[in-house]
């Protein structure tokens, strides 16, 4: 395992690292917990709970780092930066407020996606209502479901440095067909998006409706808004 890992501080000369292991859509078996902390615990690593449902471990060594993954087992969240980063998934099949159980399809684009070289940094929400408790609208890319258990998907979200809300794609999609928009999109913003240009930035410059228009008839669906 290589020794991935982000430079976090640098106080009196001393550098500290941190690593984030890749947990798909933040469900771990509780061996796995024990196994993070004690490996934590063991280098003198802090650990935090990040927004993107996972676990950062923080206050390390870069001379550790090599050993640290190797104990841990685990890949890293992230291998490079202009990729999918994360696939952020609600507790959809264990919500009261959910319309449809969407752990599954959540998982299913994390297991394909999560990785993919990509123009720049994306990350995706699922959510299983229009609550979207995963920050869905402010995501490059959002797979919700509706009152009436059909999944509509967005594109171009950011909380970042220049927040942006998401443009909806479509509504009205079975799962499967959500699915394959996910791809179509990501495929094409993968064609025809420039180096270092966000899903969004991309969206306002070829305006949405280009983009839904292309988008859709790739993936043969209409327009339902």
């Known amino acids: 395992m290589s020794n991935y890992g982000n430079l976090q501080k640098i106080k ?13 859509g933040g469900f771990v078996l509780p061996e796995t ?15 935090k709970l990040t927004s993107g449902q996972r676990i950062l471990i923080t206050n ?21 930066q202009n990729s999918v980063k994360n696939v952020e998934i609600c ?11 969407t752990i599954g399809i959540g998982m299913k684009i994390s297991k394909n996606f999560h990785g993919m070289i ?7 929400g699922v959510a299983g209502c229009r609550n979207a408790c995963t920050s869905v609208y402010s995501k490059d890319i959002g797979v919700i479901v509706d009152i009436d258990g059909k999944f ?20 009205g999609l079975s799962e499967e067909e959500a699915y394959n928009l996910v791809k ?19 969206v306002d410059r070829i305006k949405i409706e280009k983009f839904r228009e292309d988008v859709l008839k790739i993936s043969n669906l209409k327009e339902c808004l």
């Open 152 to 171: 509509f998907v967005t594109v171009g979200g950011s909380a970042g440095f220049y927040p942006r809300s998401s443009d909806i794609v479509t509504k």
């Open 33 to 47: 917990l024990i196994k993070i902390a004690e490996v934590a615990k063991k280098y003198k690593g802090v650990i």
């Open 60 to 80: 390390l060594k870069q001379e550790d780092l090599e050993s640290i993954w190797d104990e841990l087992g685990m890949e890293p969240a992230v291998k490079n």
């Open 118 to 124: 990509l123009p720049n940094r994306t990350k995706i």
């Open 184 to 202: 179509v999109i990501l495929d094409y913003y993968n064609e025809y998006g420039q180096m270092g240009e966000k899903l969004g930035d991309f």
């Open 12 to 24: 009196d000369g001393k550098r500290t690292y941190a690593i984030t292991p890749h947990i798909p």
């Open 91 to 101: 507790p959809a099949n264990f919500c009261k407020r959910s319309k449809y159980p």
